[in-house]
């Protein structure tokens, strides 16, 4: 069972940046992968980043591939999406998400069995 706890969500102006935590909790941080998604009023859940197990490898979204960073922590506990040049439209609730699975990165929400409540990310433009 992981238990997952995200932070650092809050309103900022577009072409800001802002550092989102998830917190992991009741497993070893190196025995799962990671992923950060988030949902807009109105619309599905959109997939982001996506990091291995070991923090070695990582995956994004074209739509944020250039101004979001995925990563780990050394103890593999903690993961942040680092969030650059933000934008009016990455405006939504943040949630990480935590898959204990072997493979290669995925990005749909059924492939993460953990999720975290999420925290709200305003852009003002």
């Known amino acids: 069972q992981v238990q997952l706890l995200e932070s650092g969500g809050g309103l900022v102006q577009a072409g800001g940046s802002l550092r989102l935590s998830c917190a992991a909790s009741g497993v070893p941080g190196s025995a799962y992968r990671v992923a950060w998604f988030r949902q807009a009023p109105g619309k599905e859940r959109e997939f982001l980043a996506a990091?291995?197990?070991?923090?070695?490898?990582?995956a994004y979204a074209d739509s944020v591939k250039d101004r979001f960073t995925i990563s780990k922590d050394n103890t593999k506990t903690t993961t942040y999406l680092q969030m650059n040049s933000l934008k009016a439209e990455d405006t939504a609730a943040y949630y990480c998400?935590?898959?204990?699975?072997?493979?290669?990165?995925?990005?749909?929400?059924?492939?993460?069995?953990?999720w975290g409540q999420g925290t709200r990310v305003t852009v003002s433009s």
């Open positions: 998400a935590a898959a204990l699975r072997i493979g290669p990165l995925r990005s749909r929400t059924s492939d993460y069995d953990y």
């Open positions: 990091i291995d197990r070991n923090g070695g490898v990582t």
